[in-house]
């Protein structure tokens, strides 16, 4: 149980185009979901709280017009990153906190490796 | 604000050896404390974790982890390393938010 899927897996686009990433939760429900972003042979930073049916809450230094995130289920949250960049270009990765859970334990996606040319 | 680290960036041991991985953490309250490892291009896999109760957490893969208050640790141990356990740790803390330690790679020598 608590199995944590993003798509794609990876992508290549552009710069100047947006890209979006999925993040669902297959056997549960979350309210609340995370997405960390990581640098090569760095750790993982997180960059926003995603609840289900609310808005964002995005950490210090983070764009929030440029990383537009949707919590529109209980299941699925949604990553778009507007206007990419190459400095855009990272490893992605969500984790969702299952709904009613006592130990704020969270489970982690595989990530999204996404690349600007 | 709560902080974690993990002092060594590289660590090297030989297969069968016994091994120690060490976390450091900062936080106000009593800690939730997790430890994760991550294979090249993969997400986070849960070792074990530490929320209340007995200091010594055992864990997934052989993998176990004592809390110690008295020295805000909570180091990773294992006594006999395989091959396959090469990959990338983290330690974290946090309730509800995570803070991670930048990571300790492991790398096995047969």
């Given amino acids: ?117 | 604000a709560q902080s974690v680290t993990q002092p060594d960036i590289h660590i090297t041991v030989s297969e069968g050896a016994s091994l120690e991985l060490r976390c450091n953490y900062s936080y106000g309250a009593t800690p939730y404390l997790f430890w994760y490892v991550q294979s090249p291009g993969q997400g986070l896999q849960l070792l074990l974790k530490y929320f209340s109760g007995d200091t010594l957490v055992q864990g997934i893969k052989g993998f176990e982890a004592e809390f110690k208050r008295s020295q805000s640790s909570f180091n990773l141990r294992k006594p006999s390393v395989h091959w396959s356990d090469a990959a990338e740790y983290f330690c974290a803390v946090g309730n509800y938010k995570l803070t991670f330690g930048k990571g300790t790679l492991l790398t096995v020598n047969p």
């Fill in chain 1, 1 to 117: 149980g608590a199995v944590v899927s993003q798509h794609p897996s990876r992508v290549i686009c552009k710069s100047g185009t947006s890209v979006k990433i999925e993040c669902r939760s297959l056997d549960f429900q979350a309210t609340t979901m995370f997405w960390y972003r990581q640098f090569p042979k760095q750790s993982l930073m997180l960059m926003a709280t995603s609840n289900e049916g609310s808005k964002a809450t995005y950490e210090q230094g983070v764009e929030k017009d440029k990383f537009l995130i949707n919590h529109a289920s209980l299941t699925l949250s949604t990553l778009t990153v507007t206007s990419a960049h190459p400095e855009d270009s990272s490893f992605y990765i969500c984790s969702a906190l299952p709904r009613g859970s006592s130990y704020n334990e969270q489970f982690f996606g595989p990530g999204t490796r996404l690349t600007v040319l």
